[in-house]
């Protein structure tokens, strides 16, 4: 059964830190290059970090330098830790595969004041 759950969002303020979790079932995740996507208010839902099996990585621009993301294969756990967060990052945060699957988990509120 394929099932996705996120954790770790809150509130923090702004130059805090944060670490995100997401716990897959089923062997999709567990071959596939990983990510963890974001959606603001009104906006779409963009990656912002990838993971290949082999624990190769790729950021988007706005996350460069203050996010890393990892991965544990035999637990099947993929983390994103997130630094100097800022405003512009609060959005709801999702896991999935890069490319995504037709499947979404009901992702992590992540806040940030200023």
């Known amino acids: 059964q394929v099932q996705l759950v996120e954790s770790g969002g809150g509130l923090v303020q702004a130059g805090g830190s944060l670490r995100l979790s997401c716990a897959a079932s089923?062997?999709?995740?567990?071959?596939?290059?990983m990510a963890w996507y974001r959606q603001a208010p009104g906006g779409q839902r963009d990656p912002v970090a990838v993971i290949t099996g082999g624990g190769r990585t790729n950021y988007a621009d706005s996350v460069k330098g203050r996010f890393t993301i990892s991965r544990d294969i035999p637990k099947n756990t993929v983390y994103l830790q997130m630094n100097n967060l800022k405003p512009e990052d609060t959005a709801v945060y999702y896991c999935?595969?890069?490319?995504?699957?037709?499947?979404w988990g009901q992702g992590t509120q992540v806040t940030v004041s200023s």
């Open positions: 999935n595969t890069s490319p995504p699957v037709n499947y």
């Open positions: 089923g062997s999709i995740f567990r071959i596939n290059p």
